[in-house]
């Protein structure tokens, strides 16, 4: 197969003017386009991505955000791949929400080891009134610490991403997970475009967006191409994008899928760096799986942020000194 042209203003893409301030143009991807770069022989695809990512970032710097669940379990979403949905047993305890002082103890060990991100997360649909107003003080207090500040809190309706931002939120997490075409065998308590009204009401706050999705959920090339164009066309494109690899556990309806071979992970990767220049790739959930060298392709496709700490909500990550040894080996250092 012939390279695909790198240049935006090639006849296969429509470049036309992008609404935000710093990005000037901006490309329209299909589906089959996003579809050709997976299907790119791997040396051609990681050099593409090599170089978008040259031309936008530092390649030796990754940035770090540490996770925590300030709401733990209970779920009444369906969400095929998730431990915290009430609907399966996983052994995963509906718990009350975490207090304020026991979330910045988390937010200063965080910092302490060197995360520059603090990312709360809640196991619902969407909060009410009386969950948000505790999480307004945690972002408050988290950014008084001089961290940035995330939370992904599920839906949002009307107002409350201003709240969120007037608090001092400064990205919002929320994922699309997969395609359009596949999301409905995956999730069916919540539609596409609700997932979609939130990334606009997030984004018409003024907050920075931060939205990817799962690989290994037994989608089809096709559903990856239609993940990542649907990010790559939003307008404008997230800051951040976490792939994450499905963690498979028990009780869960996807556990026991097909495991993903992780050079088709590092395939998307590279295909979100080459859709999205400038933002954020973060390799995300599922790193405990994959060998150092498997993470180290991923950062040669263009990831340049991680999860960093010992839990992501409720399942495991790699060990901080582990990362810290990674890191060193690649010669890679925290941004
Ligand atoms: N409840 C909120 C929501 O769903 O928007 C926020 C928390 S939810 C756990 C955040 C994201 O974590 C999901 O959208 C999904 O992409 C990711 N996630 C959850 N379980 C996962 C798993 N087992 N493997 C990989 N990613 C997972
Ligand atoms: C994201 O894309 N991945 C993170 C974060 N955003 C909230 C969550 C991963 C969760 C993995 C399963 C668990 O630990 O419960
Ligand atoms: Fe609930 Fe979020 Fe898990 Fe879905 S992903 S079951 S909404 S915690």
Not at 32 to 44: G, M
Not at 186 to 207: F, H, S
Not at 268 to 295: C, H, K, N, Y
Request: aromatic share 6%.
């Amino acid at each position: 197969m012939a390279p695909l042209d790198t240049n935006p203003t090639s006849a296969q893409q429509v470049t036309f003017v992008r609404k935000t301030a710093g990005h000037p143009t901006r490309t329209r991807w299909t589906v089959a386009q996003v579809r050709e770069l997976l299907e790119l022989p791997l040396p051609e695809l990681l050099f593409r991505a090599q170089t978008v990512h040259r031309e936008h970032h530092d390649p030796t710097k990754v940035q770090l955000s540490t996770l925590l669940s300030i709401k733990t379990g209970g779920c009444p979403e369906d969400c095929s791949y998730c431990p915290q949905s009430r609907r399966f047993d996983t052994g995963v305890a509906d718990e009350p929400m975490l207090q304020l002082d026991a979330v910045l103890e988390a937010a200063k060990a965080a910092k302490a080891a060197g995360a520059s991100r603090f990312c709360m997360g809640a196991a619902w649909r969407g909060p009410k009134q009386k969950d948000l107003d505790p999480v307004l003080d945690m972002v408050k207090a988290v950014k008084s610490l001089g961290l940035e500040t995330c939370a992904t809190l599920g839906l949002l309706r009307d107002g409350q991403a201003e709240q969120l931002a007037d608090a001092g939120l400064d990205y919002y997490n929320h994922n699309l997970d997969t395609s359009p075409e596949h999301y409905g065998d995956i999730i069916k308590t919540r539609e596409y475009q609700d997932r979609l009204d939130t990334l606009e009401r997030v984004r018409d706050a003024g907050l920075h967006v931060c939205c990817g999705g799962i690989v290994g959920m037994g989608e089809d090339v096709i559903d990856r191409a239609g993940l990542i164009a649907q990010l790559a066309n939003l307008d404008p494109y997230p800051e951040s994008v976490p792939i994450n690899a499905l963690v498979q556990v028990e009780g869960t309806p996807l556990h026991g899928a097909d495991k993903v071979d992780v050079i088709d992970f590092v395939r998307v990767i590279a295909a979100a760096r080459i859709t999205m220049p400038t933002t954020f790739v973060r390799l995300s959930a599922g790193r405990t799986q994959m060998s150092d060298e498997g993470q180290a392709m991923c950062f040669v496709a263009g990831a340049n942020s991680i999860f960093y700490g010992d839990k992501l909500l409720t399942t495991g990550n790699p060990e901080a000194d582990r990362d810290r040894a990674l890191m060193a080996r690649l010669g890679l250092e925290p941004l």
